[in-house]
């Protein structure tokens, strides 16, 4: 009797032993899909996500900067106007240096813009000329050939204008003009705390003539100085590759 009892007693332990071990399979199987699911999707989120990230700022936020400028300088009139300042101070403020400002942020976006968007055609067109050159076909040799130029010509105008070099150079000024004015703001700082706006007016109008005058002699004694070197190294190394082309007379020759 015992025996017959013990019978189904084994094959349910069987079975749950199976079961066990087949529900054991399926989390493992299971769990790797998932885990192959999350990858897939980051993998494509991040083909998605990568390109708008790095597409040059003129492409993708040109307008939002220029419309957050408009409202930085909106609010830098609006604050301009309630500070206790007398007529003549008020239009100085707002004639002269917040269009200063104004002028050296719009640079500095422009700038930023124009260097970005000449790196993006010197790494486009530098993978794709190769790629052009490889296969033998008369347009695409071609396309490369122009596209040579293209690259040729543009880094030629890049180092000629440095943009990097100027958009540093003027968003470093244009956080500097910004600080000095909530300084006075403010009153804040050595220079301004403990007075009334009109008493250190004339500090602050001496501070901003400062940093004009710092910004004019670091422009035209070092972006332009290096410009203007660089431009002249690249057309002798042009002048030189055409020379040994024989496209140019070379007067060591002559």
Same mark, same amino acid.
């Given at each position: 009797?015992?025996?017959? *009892?013990?019978?189904?007693?084994?094959?349910? $332990?069987?079975?749950? +032993?199976?079961? /066990?071990?087949? =529900?054991?399979? &399926?989390?493992?199987?299971?769990?790797?899909?998932?885990?192959?699911?999350?990858?897939?999707?980051?993998?494509?989120?991040?083909?998605? *996500?990568?390109?708008?990230?790095?597409?040059? /700022?003129?492409?993708? +936020? /040109?307008s939002a900067d220029e419309a957050y400028n408009q409202r930085l300088f909106k609010k830098f009139e609006e604050i301009g106007n309630l500070l206790p300042l007398d007529q003549l101070q008020s239009k100085v403020l707002a004639? $002269?240096?917040?269009?200063q400002m104004q002028w050296v942020e719009s640079r500095? +976006?422009?700038?930023? *813009?124009? $260097?970005?968007? %000449?790196?993006?055609?010197?790494? %486009?067109?530098?993978? &794709?000329?190769?790629?052009? %050159?490889?296969?033998?076909?008369?347009? &695409?040799?071609?396309?490369?050939?122009? /596209?040579? %130029?293209?690259v040729a010509v543009i880094t030629a105008v890049h180092q000629f204008r440095r943009p990097d070099e100027r958009w540093r150079h003027y968003r470093v000024l244009s956080e500097r003009y910004q600080m000095e004015f909530w300084d006075f703001v403010t009153?804040?700082?050595?220079?301004?705390?403990? =007075? +009334?706006? =009109?008493e250190v007016f004339d500090i602050f109008n001496g501070r901003m003539n400062d940093l004009k005058r710092e910004d004019i002699g670091k422009f035209f004694g070092e972006i332009v100085p290096a410009a203007t070197a660089s431009t002249e190294k690249l057309l002798a190394d042009m002048r030189t590759s055409l020379q040994k082309q024989g496209l140019l007379p070379n007067p060591d020759e002559e």
């Open positions: 009797m015992s025996t017959q *009892n013990e019978a189904p007693r084994n094959n349910q $332990n069987a079975l749950q +032993t199976v079961w /066990s071990l087949v =529900k054991g399979i &399926l989390v493992f199987f299971w769990e790797i899909i998932r885990a192959l699911a999350r990858m897939v999707r980051a993998t494509l989120l991040l083909f998605i *996500n990568t390109p708008p990230e790095l597409l040059p /700022s003129v492409v993708q +936020t /040109s004639e $002269n240096w917040f269009s500095a +976006t422009r700038e930023r *813009n124009a $260097n970005e968007l %000449i790196r993006w055609w010197q790494i %486009i067109l530098g993978v &794709l000329i190769p790629v052009f %050159i490889q296969f033998d076909t008369q347009e &695409l040799r071609i396309a490369a050939s122009l /596209s040579g %130029i293209f009153l804040s700082g050595e220079n301004y705390a403990g =007075k +009334t706006h =009109k």
